[in-house]
């Protein structure tokens, strides 16, 4: 089924839309697919927050152009799947992910602004926590010396009081 002009100009600004504050993008084949598995490819990436399609590669080098993925244009070959995300690891996790279990799903390479990535960089893209976790990280980070201290002070009153009872102790079993 092919587009008419004013069906391609709303698919390229949709995915222009897109990119307008996408972190990351990764392109991945999907030749022999079946529609089950994409299904659940798709609700993954839905859950994850990545924009997942299959598009004409042709509307899409014309929706990258002028921005920082434009070098992704010569990995634009063959039947692809886009995954376009605003966290720059979440795209990959999720192909990634679904690569591991099913063999149909090749990933050709990614991008991130104004770098490029191969189907390597993209795994090892995968396999980097993401900004929340990162966040999380940070902040127990943040929280242990706190916390550390908190003890600390807390330790002088709690000995004290231990140091009485046994005292008390002593002198009723005297």
């Not at 990258?64 to 886009?82: H, S």
């Not at 996790?93 to 149909?104: C, E, H, I, S, Y």
């Not at 189907?119 to 396999?127: E, I, Q």
């Amino acid at each position: 089924m092919s587009l008419n002009r004013a069906e391609k100009a709303v698919v390229i600004e949709e995915v222009v839309a897109e990119l307008a504050n996408a972190q990351s993008i990764v392109v991945a084949e999907y030749r022999g697919l079946d529609v089950a598995s994409v299904t659940v490819l798709r609700k993954k990436a839905r859950e994850s927050g990545v924009y997942l399609r299959v598009l004409k590669n042709t509307l899409v080098r014309r929706a990258v152009v002028g921005t920082p993925f434009e070098g992704l244009t010569n990995q634009m070959v063959g039947p692809l799947m886009y995954a376009i995300s605003n966290d720059p690891v979440s795209a990959a996790k999720v192909l990634a992910g679904f690569a591991t279990t099913n063999d149909k799903l090749v990933i050709k390479g990614g991008s991130l602004p104004g770098s490029q990535l191969d189907a390597n960089g993209v795994k090892a893209l995968a396999t980097m926590p993401s900004r929340e976790e990162l966040l999380a990280k940070l902040m127990g980070t943040m929280q242990a010396p706190v916390t550390q201290f908190v003890r600390t002070l807390n330790e002088v009153p709690t000995k004290f009081v231990r140091g009485l009872a046994a005292v008390r102790d002593q002198k009723e079993a005297a």
